[in-house]
Protein backbone atom coordinates (compact mmCIF):
# COMPACT_ATOMS: atom_id res chain seq x y z
CA UNK A 1 0.00 0.00 0.00
CA UNK A 2 1.17 3.66 -1.03
CA UNK A 3 -1.14 6.36 0.09
CA UNK A 4 -0.67 9.57 -1.61
CA UNK A 5 0.80 12.24 -0.32
CA UNK A 6 -0.91 15.25 -1.56
CA UNK A 7 -2.38 16.18 -5.12
CA UNK A 8 -0.84 15.12 -8.18
CA UNK A 9 1.33 12.38 -6.25
CA UNK A 10 -0.96 9.44 -7.60
CA UNK A 11 0.29 9.11 -11.32
CA UNK A 12 4.38 8.95 -9.55
CA UNK A 13 3.18 6.70 -6.98
CA UNK A 14 1.75 4.67 -9.79
CA UNK A 15 4.78 4.53 -11.80
CA UNK A 16 6.69 3.42 -9.18
CA UNK A 17 5.00 0.72 -7.97
CA UNK A 18 4.41 -0.21 -11.16
CA UNK A 19 8.95 -0.34 -11.82
CA UNK A 20 8.88 -2.42 -8.37
CA UNK A 21 6.78 -5.16 -10.38
CA UNK A 22 3.11 -4.43 -9.21
CA UNK A 23 0.55 -6.60 -11.01
CA UNK A 24 -2.73 -3.85 -10.38
CA UNK A 25 -2.98 -0.58 -9.00
CA UNK A 26 -5.97 -0.14 -6.89
CA UNK A 27 -6.93 3.11 -6.44
CA UNK A 28 -9.35 3.85 -3.53
CA UNK A 29 -10.29 7.29 -4.38
CA UNK A 30 -12.98 9.86 -6.58
CA UNK A 31 -12.14 10.63 -9.98
CA UNK A 32 -9.37 13.02 -9.43
CA UNK A 33 -7.39 10.81 -7.56
CA UNK A 34 -8.22 8.07 -10.01
CA UNK A 35 -7.29 10.02 -13.19
CA UNK A 36 -4.12 11.02 -11.30
CA UNK A 37 -3.71 7.06 -10.73
CA UNK A 38 -4.41 6.38 -14.74
CA UNK A 39 -1.87 8.79 -15.68
CA UNK A 40 0.94 6.82 -14.28
CA UNK A 41 -0.37 3.67 -15.79
CA UNK A 42 -1.23 4.56 -19.37
CA UNK A 43 1.30 2.83 -21.51
CA UNK A 44 1.61 -0.24 -19.48
CA UNK A 45 -0.03 -3.37 -19.08
CA UNK A 46 -0.78 -3.35 -15.84
CA UNK A 47 -4.70 -3.18 -15.13
CA UNK A 48 -6.00 -0.05 -13.27
CA UNK A 49 -8.90 -0.88 -10.19
CA UNK A 50 -11.36 1.18 -8.59
CA UNK A 51 -12.61 1.94 -5.45
CA UNK A 52 -14.81 4.73 -5.73
CA UNK A 53 -14.17 6.85 -2.16
CA UNK A 54 -14.74 10.51 -4.19
CA UNK A 55 -17.39 12.75 -3.70
CA UNK A 56 -18.89 12.19 -7.62
CA UNK A 57 -17.51 8.70 -8.49
CA UNK A 58 -18.43 9.19 -11.91
CA UNK A 59 -15.52 6.89 -13.70
CA UNK A 60 -17.18 3.93 -11.47
CA UNK A 61 -20.30 4.50 -12.15
CA UNK A 62 -19.71 4.95 -15.30
CA UNK A 63 -17.42 1.67 -15.67
CA UNK A 64 -20.23 -0.26 -13.50
CA UNK A 65 -18.79 -0.54 -10.53
CA UNK A 66 -20.77 1.69 -8.66
CA UNK A 67 -20.39 3.78 -5.71
CA UNK A 68 -20.08 1.44 -2.99
CA UNK A 69 -16.12 0.52 -1.93
CA UNK A 70 -17.23 -2.49 0.20
CA UNK A 71 -19.27 -3.81 -2.47
CA UNK A 72 -16.43 -2.98 -5.41
CA UNK A 73 -13.60 -5.37 -2.76
CA UNK A 74 -15.66 -7.52 -2.78
CA UNK A 75 -16.16 -8.14 -6.14
CA UNK A 76 -12.55 -7.68 -7.29
CA UNK A 77 -11.81 -11.29 -7.86
CA UNK A 78 -14.61 -11.54 -10.28
CA UNK A 79 -13.42 -8.74 -12.34
CA UNK A 80 -11.76 -8.85 -15.75
CA UNK A 81 -9.16 -5.85 -17.25
CA UNK A 82 -10.87 -4.40 -19.96
CA UNK A 83 -9.19 -1.45 -21.84
CA UNK A 84 -10.84 2.24 -22.42
CA UNK A 85 -10.06 4.90 -24.34
CA UNK A 86 -8.55 8.00 -22.66
CA UNK A 87 -7.60 11.31 -24.33
CA UNK A 88 -4.90 13.60 -23.95
CA UNK A 89 -4.61 16.70 -23.83
CA UNK A 90 -1.34 19.32 -24.86
CA UNK A 91 -1.57 22.69 -23.90
CA UNK A 92 0.56 26.11 -22.84
CA UNK A 93 3.07 25.36 -26.22
CA UNK A 94 3.72 21.59 -25.44
CA UNK A 95 4.94 22.14 -21.60
CA UNK A 96 1.45 20.99 -20.21
CA UNK A 97 0.58 17.11 -21.38
CA UNK A 98 -2.49 14.93 -19.50
CA UNK A 99 -4.73 12.09 -20.10
CA UNK A 100 -8.35 11.94 -19.01
CA UNK A 101 -10.46 9.46 -18.74
CA UNK A 102 -13.78 11.19 -18.41
CA UNK A 103 -13.58 14.38 -19.69
CA UNK A 104 -11.25 17.11 -19.68
CA UNK A 105 -12.46 21.30 -18.85
CA UNK A 106 -11.38 24.19 -18.93
CA UNK A 107 -12.41 27.62 -18.61
CA UNK A 108 -15.38 28.26 -16.43
CA UNK A 109 -15.93 24.71 -15.51
CA UNK A 110 -12.23 24.29 -14.45
CA UNK A 111 -12.89 27.64 -12.37
CA UNK A 112 -15.49 25.96 -10.58
CA UNK A 113 -14.52 22.65 -9.58
CA UNK A 114 -10.92 24.50 -8.30
CA UNK A 115 -13.53 26.71 -5.87
CA UNK A 116 -15.04 23.35 -5.66
CA UNK A 117 -11.58 22.02 -4.25
CA UNK A 118 -10.89 24.69 -2.44
CA UNK A 119 -11.43 23.48 1.69
CA UNK A 120 -12.19 26.58 2.92
CA UNK A 121 -15.45 27.36 -0.17
CA UNK A 122 -18.82 25.87 -0.22
CA UNK A 123 -17.74 22.25 -0.71
CA UNK A 124 -18.22 21.34 2.57
CA UNK A 125 -21.40 23.77 3.17
CA UNK A 126 -23.05 22.90 0.41
CA UNK A 127 -22.53 20.23 -1.99
CA UNK A 128 -21.74 20.00 -5.64
CA UNK A 129 -25.07 21.43 -6.76
CA UNK A 130 -23.06 24.68 -6.85
CA UNK A 131 -21.36 23.26 -10.39
CA UNK A 132 -24.89 22.83 -11.70
CA UNK A 133 -25.94 25.97 -11.01
CA UNK A 134 -22.99 28.08 -11.99
CA UNK A 135 -22.96 25.76 -15.32
CA UNK A 136 -26.91 26.08 -15.77
CA UNK A 137 -26.63 30.14 -15.19
CA UNK A 138 -23.69 30.70 -17.34
CA UNK A 139 -24.70 28.17 -20.77
CA UNK A 140 -27.76 31.20 -21.05
CA UNK A 141 -25.17 33.88 -21.66
CA UNK A 142 -22.41 32.08 -23.11
CA UNK A 143 -22.15 30.64 -26.22
CA UNK A 144 -18.91 28.27 -26.95
CA UNK A 145 -17.99 28.35 -30.48
CA UNK A 146 -14.37 27.20 -30.69
CA UNK A 147 -12.25 26.33 -27.61
CA UNK A 148 -8.30 26.56 -28.00
CA UNK A 149 -5.55 24.98 -25.60
Not at 34 to 48: F, K, M, R, Y
Not at 53 to 74: K, M, Q, S, Y
Not at 103 to 110: N, Q, R, T
Not at 132 to 139: A, H, Q
Request: glycine share 14%.
Amino acid sequence: MAPTTGPHTAGAIAREQIGRGADLILVAGGDGTINEAAEGTIGSTVPLGILPCGTANVLAVEAGIGLDPWRAARHLHELKPRRIAVGHVVCEEGRVSRHFLLMAGAGLYSAGTIFYRNPRGWRHAHGMWHLFVLGGTLSHYISVTRFVL
